[in-house]
């Protein structure tokens, strides 16, 4: 206890104590290139461009080219176009190549005339197509017959005035005695083809028609072929 009172009083330590560890710090080592290495660490910086080594940036700059006016003028024809006479075919020049996207030399020889001109006449009032067309789905009897026949040319050649006139398109034979004052072309026209097939002569004249549709109502019967005397006997 003496001793313990004389230390105190003293300050002479009683025992040893054991040192306090500290802390060092060291700095990171420099980069190759020399830069910051914050700036290395930051991925969202916008890169140079061009590169501050490029080729680029290496050239003296020019500035932009400007075209003139006649710079920017297409070519000029060539001398077979720029000779040549509007509608004038030239038969001295030269036949172009294949290859060549030139057109064609327009002709000089004038079209065609029709062969036979196609008159129309003039109907009476209450035949016009839309009169027609009411006349076919006002429920009149068109067809003159009670059931649909099996009809020969034969007997198709029977029907063949005004009154009673038949005719065949398409293998489908028709009553076309009231569809007379309804025809464009006028009744003499339409009995040409009275009492037999006139499919040739309806696809020459006027093939753009649906002859089924303006006759669906006057339909008799189909054509079929002449049967022959051994089939009658029988």
Not at 26 to 51: I, K, R
Request: hydrophobic share 35%.
């Amino acid at each position: 206890m003496t001793s313990y009172l004389r230390s105190w009083l003293t300050g002479a330590p009683t025992t040893a104590t054991p040192d306090i560890p500290s802390f060092l710090r060291v700095s990171p080592p420099a980069s190759d290139d020399g830069e910051d290495t914050e700036t290395e660490q930051d991925d969202n910086s916008v890169p140079a461009f061009p590169a501050l080594n490029s080729a680029q940036r290496a050239a003296p700059s020019q500035p932009p080219r400007i075209l003139s006016d006649s710079a920017l003028m297409p070519p000029p024809p060539p001398p077979s176009l720029a000779t040549r006479t509007p509608g004038v075919s030239s038969r001295s020049s030269a036949k172009p190549s294949s290859s060549s996207l030139l057109a064609p030399a327009a002709t000089t020889q004038r079209p065609l005339k029709p062969t036979k001109k196609r008159d129309k006449v003039a109907l009476a009032p209450g035949h016009s197509p839309l009169d027609w067309a009411a006349l076919k789905s006002s429920g009149e009897d068109l067809r003159g017959v009670d059931t649909l026949m099996r009809i020969p040319p034969s007997v198709l050649k029977q029907h063949r005035s005004k009154s009673d006139a038949w005719s065949a398109f398409n293998g489908k034979v028709y009553n076309i005695t009231p569809y007379l004052a309804f025809h464009p072309g006028g009744e003499r026209e339409l009995m040409r083809v009275a009492g037999r097939d006139g499919t040739e002569l309806f696809a020459a004249t006027h093939a753009w028609v649906n002859a089924d549709f303006m006759l669906d109502s006057c339909l008799v019967g189909f054509l079929i072929s002449e049967p022959s005397p051994s089939s009658d006997s029988s």
